[in-house]
């Protein structure tokens, strides 16, 4: 039997967010969130690894072209996240949470349209050089 095969591009972006939930009270969000609750905002370097899987193409020995895969991260994530303030400068935020989880899971699908069906998809989002989350799990 053969087995998939992954291909793993990285990429880099910075921005500002604030985890705050508006049905809370404001000891609430400072319970739960603490600095991340801080109403001027802060930033992180994000570092990004979008994992796609699957069979290589025997006319290209490819899963998927390296050079495609980075214009859509760029397209798709570089160019609408970086430098950017997540609650205030983006639509996907306005009314979720921009926690790490939430915005891997809208990396996921920005980038999951672009690709085709018979490739999967993993996202892994560090938000610090210690913390990182995937999705899917
Ligand atoms: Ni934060």
């Known amino acids: ?41 802060h930033g992180h370097n994000y570092i990004l690894e979008v994992k796609v899987i699957g069979e290589i193409n025997p006319d290209t020995g490819y899963v998927v072209d390296a ?23 983006t639509s996907d935020f306005r009314h979720l949470i921009p926690t790490a989880e939430n915005i891997a899971r809208v990396i996921y699908d920005k980038i999951r349209i672009n690709l ?15 913390n990182s989350v995937e999705y899917p799990a």
């Not at 000891?27 to 609750?37: Q, R, T, V, W």
């Not at 085709?116 to 210690?130: A, C, Q, R």
């Open 1 to 41: 039997m053969t087995f998939k095969t992954s291909i793993i591009r990285r990429a880099q972006f910075n921005a500002a967010h604030r985890l705050h939930n508006d049905q809370w009270s404001i000891e609430k969000n400072n319970d739960i969130f603490g600095k991340c609750n801080n109403p001027n905002f």
């Open 67 to 89: 050079k495609i895969l980075k214009q859509i991260i760029n397209k798709e994530v570089i160019d609408q996240f970086d430098h950017k303030n997540l609650n205030l400068d």
């Open 116 to 130: 085709s069906i018979d490739l999967e998809l993993k996202i892994k989002l560090y938000e610090t050089e210690n």
